[in-house]
């Protein structure tokens, strides 16, 4: 070992040391915050989303490198998720089996030190909040190609469950097994969707595998776990959970590929600074009836991120409209477009005003 080596390491052992006691100090103003929190609310849910929002951003600006933007934000989590847990146990609910990739959003928002449930399908992870079995659920909403979640738009219809904030991650689909060759592969498992999302590589190298329908790529794993001669499209913390080699990453068509989720929970959040606001809205099947209900975002300049609709399921050719909207309930502009928009809806419901989110590399 050269002088220069040894010198640098020293350094290091300096500098881990500082690092040590400076993280120390901060999980101590944690436990320091929790003991007020509890002379005035009593609960054991000490979660802030737009507090959590507001630091990331700010470390992301304050980073000058060498590490990256991506980096420092999975080390900040980690620290608040580590930090969060002294106050309290945060419990979270997703859409399971393990492996999904909601579970993987989960992790990416809330961190590791949380308590992870998984639920079988989405109205299961909004029950378990709603009978506060877990303090915040988190499910899909939508993918960058294949569109809505129905079954979650459709879920906010009958929950008062608010959004409390969002998750954007690049999907990456791999090609899992426990055999160790692509040619000895005769049947593979997947989700619809991971099928229709890399039929060019399949049919490209797998043509002649069989392909059969799960309900989640998780599931798909723990299939062919099983399976001799099998495979599944999931993802590489899949592979780990389940044991499986990967045969070849990446094998989706589209390398744009994103999935949005939701987390969900009882609580409104503040202003971070940087948010979105959701609405369910509809009107009776009139001429110009969705013009009036949009009216009032152009004449208080608030921008729309997306609209879906979904039929009603009481009235024949009455639709419910699903809007993201750009900013705060509580921003001046958005407040008096919502009340114009109340005015004109035969039905209004607020879902949530909450962080935007900012796309995640799935780097697992």
Same mark, same amino acid.
């Given at each position: 070992?050269?002088?220069?080596?040894?010198?640098?390491?020293?350094?290091?052992?300096?500098?881990?040391?500082?690092?040590?006691?400076?993280?120390?100090?901060?999980?101590?103003?944690?436990?320091?915050?929790?003991?007020?929190?509890?002379?005035?609310? /009593?609960?054991?849910?000490?979660?802030? &989303?737009?507090?959590?929002?507001?630091?990331?951003?700010?470390?992301? $600006?304050?980073?000058?490198?060498?590490? *990256?933007?991506?980096?420092?934000?999975?080390?900040?989590?980690?620290?608040?998720?580590?930090?969060?847990?002294?106050?309290?146990?945060?419990?979270?609910?997703?859409?399971?089996?393990?492996?999904?990739?909601?579970?993987?959003?989960?992790?990416?928002?809330?961190?590791?030190?949380?308590?992870?449930?998984?639920?079988? !399908?989405?109205?299961?992870?909004?029950?378990?909040?709603?009978?506060? !079995?877990?303090?915040?659920?988190?499910?899909?909403? @939508?993918?960058?190609?294949?569109?809505?979640?129905?079954?979650?738009?459709?879920?906010?219809?009958?929950?008062?469950?608010?959004?409390?904030?969002?998750?954007?991650? #690049?999907?990456?689909?791999?090609?899992? *097994?426990?055999?160790?060759?692509?040619?000895?592969?005769?049947?593979?498992?997947?989700?619809?969707?991971?099928?229709?999302?890399?039929?060019?590589?399949?049919?490209?190298?797998?043509?002649?595998?069989? =392909?059969?329908?799960?309900?989640?790529?998780? @599931?798909?794993?723990?299939?062919? *776990?099983?399976?001799?001669? #099998?495979?599944? +499209?999931?993802?590489?913390?899949?592979?780990? +959970?389940?044991?499986?080699?990967?045969?070849?990453?990446?094998?989706?068509?589209?390398?744009?590929? *994103?999935?949005?989720?939701?987390?969900? /929970? @009882?609580?409104?959040?503040?202003?971070?600074?940087?948010?979105?606001?959701?609405?369910?809205?509809?009107?009776?099947?009139?001429? /110009?009836?969705?013009?009036?209900?949009? $009216?009032?975002? #152009?004449?208080?300049?608030?921008?729309?991120?997306? +609209?879906?609709?979904? &039929?009603?399921?009481?009235?024949?050719?009455?639709?419910?409209?699903?809007?993201?909207?750009?900013?705060?309930?509580?921003? =001046?502009?958005?407040?008096?477009?919502?009340?114009?928009?109340?005015?004109?809806?035969?039905?209004?419901?607020?879902?949530?005003?909450?962080?935007?989110?900012?796309?995640?590399?799935?780097?697992?």
């Amino acid at each position: 070992m050269t002088e220069d080596i040894k010198k640098i390491r020293d350094n290091i052992d300096s500098l881990d040391n500082e690092l040590l006691e400076l993280l120390n100090k901060r999980a101590q103003q944690a436990v320091n915050i929790s003991k007020e929190k509890q002379k005035s609310k /009593g609960s054991d849910n000490f979660y802030n &989303p737009e507090r959590e929002a507001q630091v990331i951003r700010r470390i992301k $600006e304050l980073n000058k490198g060498p590490l *990256s933007e991506d980096n420092i934000c999975r080390l900040y989590r980690e620290i608040m998720s580590a930090c969060l847990s002294l106050e309290a146990p945060l419990k979270v609910s997703y859409l399971g089996p393990e492996g999904t990739y909601t579970q993987l959003a989960a992790q990416n928002h809330f961190g590791s030190s949380v308590l992870s449930m998984p639920y079988s !399908d989405v109205e299961e992870v909004f029950c378990s909040v709603e009978k506060r !079995d877990t303090h915040y659920g988190v499910v899909p909403v @939508e993918n960058s190609t294949q569109g809505i979640v129905a079954s979650t738009l459709d879920m906010f219809m009958r929950s008062n469950l608010r959004i409390s904030g969002e998750i954007e991650i #690049s999907i990456n689909h791999n090609i899992l *097994s426990k055999s160790n060759n692509l040619n000895e592969i005769k049947k593979i498992y997947a989700h619809p969707q991971s099928f229709s999302q890399c039929k060019e590589w399949l049919d490209k190298n797998l043509p002649k595998s069989e =392909k059969i329908n799960s309900s989640s790529n998780a @599931e798909a794993a723990l299939i062919s *776990s099983k399976e001799n001669n #099998s495979a599944a +499209i999931a993802s590489t913390v899949a592979a780990e +959970i389940y044991q499986l080699q990967t045969l070849s990453k990446n094998i989706e068509d589209n390398r744009n590929n *994103s999935t949005r989720f939701l987390v969900i /929970g @009882e609580r409104d959040t503040e202003p971070s600074g940087n948010d979105k606001t959701s609405i369910i809205v509809s009107a009776k099947n009139n001429s /110009g009836a969705l013009y009036s209900l949009l $009216e009032p975002l #152009s004449k208080n300049n608030v921008s729309m991120t997306r +609209i879906e609709s979904r &039929p009603s399921k009481h009235n024949n050719w009455e639709y419910i409209f699903y809007l993201d909207l750009i900013g705060h309930i509580k921003d =001046k502009s958005l407040e008096k477009a919502n009340e114009d928009i109340k005015r004109e809806a035969s039905l209004y419901r607020f879902l949530g005003s909450y962080p935007a989110a900012v796309n995640t590399k799935n780097v697992k």
